[in-house]
């Protein structure tokens, strides 16, 4: 393990971080690459009680930049302690956070909604440098988690309850919605940005307190929002932040003092997550894989569908669970597929702060090495590799996580390359007669996260919206994420949980109603007149 010192100041990471990735708006790559890798890793802080502090483990893991492979800082293993230390710092910040007033909670947001905007490109380049995606997918990245924080910023109308008056003789029933505790977040590596922000606003603007622990691949950016929160005025404990693997992991899934977990991953994960937290009687929400599928009708604009498949399928390198993954070609659409191929070799592969970038590299070697497993099954099982962005080398990041596009056709349901998900620049072609058939093969793929159709018919539209079994369409839409006043509503293997995330549902989550019913009767009211000079305050 590593020395570890305390440094002068505790958000040292996030500074040198800072100085890197701004130092980079200066110097050529290359140069900014030299001073990463003669610069010793800074070690990556815990959270508690609204103190950044440099974590006691003796178990350390490497954050790596996938497109130079060069170590940008140690994340340490959180101690049961330090662990046991954020939930109680937690706990007992709820006991006042809870009781200030909704007024007081969304100013703060408020504070930390110009923050993270005027912080954006700051946040962008943590994210490029530790998860690769290139610089303008990145500060998108930051805007839809923006967007949350907003939504959030609206809480006292959010969180309004009921009335019924006279529901009998001098009797009335309302209810309201009261915080539910510690809470706690589950963030992946693919959104460093936004799934933070899914999270922890909406979760501290309700009342509630959180623990967030962020992927352990790119914990950089979640930092950085860490310290704009208490910027923003966080009180202490209202937001702590511990690192780790899975010990972290199951450790929230089993404290008691823990009422909800939230989480974004894989379906292994999730299920996992799904079971012990809710085994423990806790609130779970899980966003899990997919397979999502883009219906191209012969009737669609030729163009607009086949730059959106492209845009879906290979932005990000892949890495996003609303990745148009699988193209249903449905007729004569299947003569588009050499323009299809033609449009996916155009992309430019490099590092994500390259200008003009369309693609940068996976997240690690282990990412990429699976999704180039499951790729070499296509041919041994009758499919066509029309594209194969295997083993590519990119000029002046030679030692990056690169994966061309691929475009693999003849698909069909049983192979392994259409039930893995592959979480990279991939795109499987599955041939289809007619709609009911696409509609069909949609259907019979277990998850539920997103899906698309591209079409000119408002019928066709209309038919395949009300049958399709999966939470978020999009109609010549091809990534139908919905903005936050409505919910993130993936669906059957892509979701387990109580409530889905952000918007109405996710202060279902965040919440418990508390109903009342009074009664007050008319008689007990007293007419009597006072001729005495009231006094005030005398009991």
């Given at each position: 393990?590593?020395?570890?010192?305390?440094?002068?100041?505790?958000?040292?990471?996030?500074?040198?971080?800072?100085?890197?990735?701004?130092?980079?708006?200066?110097?050529?790559?290359?140069?900014?690459?030299?001073?990463?890798?003669?610069?010793?890793?800074?070690?990556?802080?815990?959270?508690?009680?609204?103190?950044?502090?440099?974590?006691?483990?003796?178990?350390?893991?490497?954050?790596?930049?996938?497109?130079?492979?060069?170590?940008?800082?140690?994340?340490?293993?959180?101690?049961?302690?330090?662990?046991?230390?954020?939930?109680?710092?937690?706990?007992?910040?709820?006991?006042?956070?809870?009781?200030?007033?909704?007024?007081?909670r969304v100013r703060v947001m408020f504070r930390l909604r110009d923050l993270?905007?005027?912080?954006?490109?700051?946040?962008?380049?943590?994210?490029?440098?530790?998860?690769?995606?290139?610089?303008?997918?990145?500060?998108?990245?930051?805007?839809?988690?923006?967007?949350?924080?907003?939504?959030?910023?609206?809480?006292?109308?959010?969180?309004?309850?009921?009335?019924?008056?006279?529901?009998?003789?001098?009797?009335?029933?309302?209810?309201?919605?009261?915080?539910?505790?510690?809470?706690?977040?589950?963030?992946?590596?693919?959104?460093?940005?936004?799934?933070?922000?899914?999270?922890?606003?909406?979760?501290?603007?309700?009342?509630?307190?959180?623990?967030?622990?962020?992927?352990?691949?790119?914990?950089?950016?979640?930092?950085?929002?860490?310290?704009?929160?208490?910027?923003?005025?966080?009180?202490?404990?209202?937001?702590?932040?511990?690192?780790?693997?899975?010990?972290?992991?199951?450790?929230?899934?089993?404290?008691?003092?823990?009422?909800?977990?939230?989480?974004?991953?894989?379906?292994?994960?999730?299920?996992?997550?799904?079971?012990?937290?809710?085994?423990?009687?806790?609130?779970?929400?899980?966003?899990?894989?997919?397979?999502?599928?883009?219906?191209?009708?012969?009737?669609?604009?030729?163009?607009?569908?086949?730059?959106?498949?492209?845009?879906?399928?290979?932005?990000?390198?892949?890495?996003?669970?609303?990745?148009?993954?699988?193209?249903?070609?449905?007729?004569?659409?299947?003569?588009?597929?050499?323009?299809?191929?033609?449009?996916?070799?155009?992309?430019?592969?490099?590092?994500?702060?390259?200008?003009?970038?369309?693609?940068?590299?996976?997240?690690?070697?282990?990412?990429?090495?699976?999704?180039?497993?499951?790729?070499?099954?296509?041919?041994?099982?009758?499919?066509?590799?029309?594209?194969?962005?295997?083993?590519?080398?990119?000029?002046?990041?030679?030692?990056?996580?690169?994966?061309?596009?691929?475009?693999?056709?003849?698909?069909?349901?049983?192979?392994?390359?259409?039930?893995?998900?592959?979480?990279?620049?991939?795109?499987?072609?599955?041939?289809?007669?007619?709609?009911?058939?696409?509609?069909?093969?949609?259907?019979n793929n277990p998850y539920g996260n997103g899906t698309a159709i591209f079409?000119?018919?408002?019928?066709?539209?209309?038919?395949?919206?009300?049958?399709?079994?999966?939470?978020?369409?999009?109609?010549?839409?091809?990534?139908?994420?919905?903005?936050?006043?409505?919910?993130?509503?993936?669906?059957?293997?892509?979701?387990?949980?109580?409530?889905?995330?952000?918007?109405?549902?996710?202060?279902?989550?965040?919440?418990?109603?508390?109903?009342?019913?009074?009664?007050?009767?008319?008689?007990?009211?007293?007419?009597?007149?006072?001729?005495?000079?009231?006094?005030?305050?005398?009991?």
């Amino acid at each position: 393990a590593p020395k570890t010192t305390t440094p002068p100041h505790g958000f040292a990471l996030e500074r040198k971080m800072l100085s890197l990735i701004r130092a980079s708006q200066k110097a050529t790559l290359a140069a900014c690459a030299r001073s990463m890798s003669t610069a010793s890793p800074s070690t990556v802080k815990l959270f508690i009680n609204g103190e950044f502090r440099e974590s006691k483990s003796k178990t350390w893991h490497e954050v790596i930049n996938p497109a130079t492979q060069e170590v940008v800082s140690l994340l340490p293993e959180a101690t049961q302690e330090e662990m046991n230390e954020a939930v109680a710092s937690a706990q007992k910040a709820f006991q006042t956070w809870k009781e200030t007033s909704v007024s007081t909670r969304v100013r703060v947001m408020f504070r930390l909604r110009d923050l993270v905007e005027k912080h954006t490109e700051d946040l962008a380049r943590a994210i490029t440098l530790e998860q690769g995606k290139t610089l303008v997918d990145a500060r998108g990245d930051v805007f839809r988690g923006l967007e949350v924080v907003e939504h959030s910023c609206s809480m006292a109308t959010l969180t309004m309850g009921e009335t019924a008056e006279n529901v009998s003789r001098n009797m009335d029933t309302y209810s309201y919605r009261q915080p539910i505790g510690v809470c706690a977040g589950i963030t992946p590596f693919n959104f460093p940005a936004m799934i933070p922000l899914w999270m922890f606003p909406m979760a501290i603007t309700t009342g509630n307190t959180f623990i967030m622990k962020p992927s352990e691949i790119d914990p950089g950016t979640p930092m950085l929002l860490t310290q704009l929160a208490q910027d923003a005025g966080v009180p202490a404990g209202v937001l702590n932040v511990i690192h780790g693997t899975r010990d972290p992991v199951n450790f929230l899934c089993d404290h008691p003092d823990i009422k909800a977990v939230s989480f974004v991953g894989s379906n292994q994960a999730g299920e996992h997550i799904n079971k012990r937290a809710g085994g423990n009687n806790k609130r779970v929400q899980c966003n899990m894989a997919a397979k999502n599928h883009g219906v191209i009708l012969p009737d669609a604009n030729k163009e607009h569908a086949l730059n959106a498949l492209i845009g879906s399928a290979f932005g990000a390198a892949g890495q996003r669970c609303m990745a148009l993954s699988v193209a249903v070609l449905v007729g004569d659409a299947q003569q588009w597929i050499p323009e299809l191929v033609e449009k996916a070799k155009k992309l430019k592969l490099s590092g994500g702060f390259t200008p003009g970038a369309d693609v940068g590299p996976m997240v690690t070697k282990k990412a990429l090495n699976r999704a180039e497993g499951i790729i070499a099954t296509a041919s041994a099982e009758g499919a066509t590799v029309l594209l194969d962005g295997r083993g590519v080398k990119v000029a002046g990041f030679e030692k990056g996580n690169f994966l061309g596009p691929t475009i693999i056709s003849d698909v069909t349901p049983n192979m392994t390359c259409y039930t893995e998900e592959i979480f990279g620049p991939a795109l499987v072609i599955v041939k289809a007669d007619t709609l009911e058939h696409a509609i069909q093969i949609v259907n019979n793929n277990p998850y539920g996260n997103g899906t698309a159709i591209f079409t000119k018919s408002g019928a066709a539209a209309r038919k395949f919206q009300h049958e399709i079994d999966v939470g978020q369409v999009g109609i010549n839409v091809p990534i139908p994420v919905p903005l936050p006043f409505f919910s993130f509503t993936g669906s059957r293997g892509s979701f387990v949980g109580g409530s889905n995330f952000y918007g109405k549902t996710a202060i279902n989550f965040y919440t418990q109603i508390k109903t009342i019913t009074s009664m007050w009767r008319e008689e007990d009211v007293d007419f009597g007149p006072q001729t005495t000079m009231p006094i005030l305050g005398q009991k």
